[in-house]
């Protein structure tokens, strides 16, 4: 990961943070990159924040690489240091929240990189609002057209984590708790082992009761119901526009290309690519992976 300095903001060299406006939410947003080049936005996952994109951002603002991107990465309704009512954030209010972020930063379009629970909301903008949308990358996602199979199911025991920390009260206190297990778990999912900087950073943004209580709601409001929802085929003979690379790190434990299913719909260019070398957190433990997809896409534009 890119050389980070440990504090409250974690700091890493090329990127810059701002804070916009979006109705009731004041979005932390960090920043890398020359205005001039395409934008790509990058949303996290959990239990993470925005520094979970950091190497992606600033390698695909060098222009050294190919073209230089500017690229924005923020915090999610609860998470990091965007502040905001978490009582409410389900599919629909997180598509909202980036829309109106596109059109507080006066963006017409975007590249897309979404990582675990933002895919919810970027296949929604994906089918929805391609004019918004010039191109996706899917990191540790499923295709829209999923069903949970045999496979899956076989492997869902892994997920026991989740109603706990979706529970209300229990998941804010278990996150939070003093040697934060749960959280290390999550963190080491896959067996592989962040970063040192990164995990501190990590575990210590969780030990805010308010971002605690963010993750729990997006648990309790937005994973659990979206993955609820996939065996009802949301997007079951919708045709994909959006040109979309889906990322899997081959040493994840839950999610295998094998068991995602038969398409049940269509797309211009959709490719589903395997990545060694990596478990769940593909963005800080390949982020050269993601860099290539984006980089494919956006030179196709």
Do not use: C
């Amino acid at each position: 990961m890119s050389t980070i300095t440990r504090g409250e903001m974690p700091h890493v060299a090329g990127v810059t943070h701002h804070r916009i406006r979006v109705d009731d939410l004041d979005v932390h947003v960090a920043e890398a990159g020359p205005a001039s080049g395409a934008t790509v936005l990058l949303l996290h996952g959990s239990p993470l924040h925005w520094l979970e994109q950091a190497d992606v951002m600033t390698a695909l603002a060098d222009g050294r690489g190919g073209a230089a991107h500017r690229t924005l990465a923020p915090d999610a309704r609860g998470l990091g240091w965007s502040t905001g009512s978490s009582r409410r954030m389900d599919e629909a209010r997180h598509v909202a929240d980036v829309l109106g972020l596109l059109d507080a930063l006066g963006l017409e379009r975007v590249h897309l990189v979404a990582q675990d629970f933002s895919m919810f909301a970027s296949w929604r903008l994906a089918f929805n609002h391609p004019d918004r949308i010039a191109s996706l990358v899917a990191v540790e996602s499923v295709h829209p057209w999923t069903r949970p199979s045999a496979a899956m199911l076989r492997q869902a025991w892994r997920l026991w984590f989740q109603p706990v920390i979706a529970a209300p009260g229990l998941g804010p206190r278990v996150l939070r708790s003093r040697r934060q297990r749960l959280m290390r778990h999550l963190l080491h999912y896959g067996g592989h082992r962040m970063p040192a900087a990164a995990l501190a950073s990590f575990l210590e943004r969780m030990r805010q009761p308010e971002v605690a209580a963010g993750l729990s709601a997006i648990y309790r409001q937005l994973i659990l119901p979206g993955m609820a929802a996939l065996p009802k085929g949301a997007y079951d003979g919708r045709h994909l526009s959006v040109p979309t690379r889906i990322l899997v790190g081959l040493d994840d434990p839950v999610l295998r290309i094998d068991a995602l299913g038969p398409w049940r719909g269509t797309a211009d260019d959709l490719q589903v690519r395997p990545v060694e070398g990596a478990a769940h957190y593909l963005a800080i433990e390949r982020p050269d992976a993601v860099v290539a997809a984006v980089r494919e896409l956006t030179s196709a534009a």
